[in-house]
Nanobody, 124 residues
Framework: VQLQASGGGSVQTGGSLGLTCADI????????MGWFRQAPGKERGFVAG????????EYADSVKGRFTITRDGAANTVWLQMNSLEPEDAAVYFC??????????????????WGHGTEVTVSS
């Protein structure tokens, strides 16, 4: 599994961005996928996760109703659509993958593979 995240950038408050995470290693198995973010001086925290099948999703309370995670299960590609962005959403966003689990995984330590981050800047 080799995860590559893209789509970060700079946006004004209230704007939208879409992030993409692709498994360029082309693993033959579908994995649970997730997005985490880390702002300067803060710990990396859960943003959104999706099950291997794409049926189940979970979101951090701070992004519910604004962010949407989707996936192409067969290809381990996951997208994070971020709307109504706020300055508090500014961070480096990381995608991650985990081996099979029926539940959406929420904890950083539960993920096995990580991509390099992509930075999101939100100006007020």
């Amino acid at each position: 599994v080799q995860l590559q995240a893209s789509g970060g950038g700079s946006v004004q408050t209230g704007g939208s961005l879409g992030l993409t995470c692709a498994d360029i290693g082309d693993a033959p198995t579908s994995y649970n996928m997730g997005w985490f973010r880390q702002a300067p001086g803060k710990e990396r925290g859960f943003v959104a996760g999706i099950s291997w099948s794409g049926v189940r999703t979970e979101y951090a309370d701070s992004v519910k109703g604004r962010f949407t995670i989707t996936r192409d299960g067969a290809a381990n590609t996951v997208w994070l659509q971020m709307n109504s962005l706020e300055p508090e959403d500014a961070a480096v966003y990381f995608c991650a993958a985990a081996t099979f689990s029926r539940a959406v995984l929420l904890k950083l330590v539960e993920y096995n593979w990580w991509g390099h981050g992509t930075e999101v800047t939100v100006s007020s």
